[in-house]
């Protein structure tokens, strides 16, 4: 099986690109549902300052991989060729994901931060920051994550700075080639 796994910044596309591989017949399975369920379970609203606590709990009570070993079976039980994992925030989940996948490729998305607050003001969802402070306060926590060493450890990169039409031909065809070489 190989599996794809996706690292950035929050709104810098990787919602986007699990888009295209699920438009692809690629199984998608995002570590933040794992987090949303949590939340749900404990009566709590899926905001950003929830979710970062439990993202923060998690990490301190289980190890910095706690999220990725939550995720691993739920990718193993997708019984695909390819997989790709939206979500990753740090560098320990990647080494989680390369020990127990024998064919890992993350891909790194980078988008500057003004581009990224514009998208969250726009996008509506209920864990999104929508000042400035709150989207700085945001990316300090997933970088404690360990996310800038996990980025720049990627495989390939992608930059999300364009239109979205070019980000989602380039992202397509990144994803056409990894599939064929699975």
């Known amino acids: 099986m190989k599996v794809i796994g996706l690292v950035g910044l929050p709104a810098?596309?990787?919602?986007?690109?699990?888009?295209?591989?699920?438009?692809?017949?690629?199984?998608?399975?995002?570590m933040g549902d794992i987090i949303r369920?949590?939340?749900k379970d404990g009566g709590l609203e899926a905001t950003d300052q929830h979710l970062g606590a439990i993202a923060r709990r998690l990490r301190e009570e289980k190890g910095m991989a706690a999220l990725a070993e939550l995720t691993a079976p739920a990718v193993k039980e997708k019984d695909a060729p390819i997989v790709l994992i939206d979500g990753i925030r740090g560098v320990a989940e990647v080494h989680h994901f390369r020990e127990i996948f024998d064919d890992f490729i993350l891909i790194a998305i980078d988008c500057p931060f003004p581009l990224r607050l514009s998208r969250l003001q726009?996008?509506?969802?209920?864990?999104?920051?929508?000042?400035e402070?709150?989207?700085?306060s945001r990316d300090e926590r997933e970088c404690s994550f360990g996310l800038g060493e996990a980025m720049?450890?990627?495989?390939?990169?992608?930059?999300?700075?364009?239109?979205?039409?070019?980000?989602?031909?380039?992202?397509k065809r990144m994803l056409q080639e990894l599939r064929s070489q699975s």
């Open 12 to 30: 810098s596309g990787k919602g986007e690109c699990s888009s295209i591989a699920g438009e692809l017949g690629i199984p998608v399975v995002v």
């Open 37 to 39: 369920a949590y939340a």
């Open 122 to 131: 726009e996008r509506g969802r209920s864990d999104d920051t929508l000042s």
């Open 133 to 136: 402070a709150d989207l700085r």
């Open 152 to 171: 720049d450890g990627a495989d390939r990169r992608v930059s999300n700075t364009g239109s979205l039409q070019s980000f989602r031909e380039e992202v």
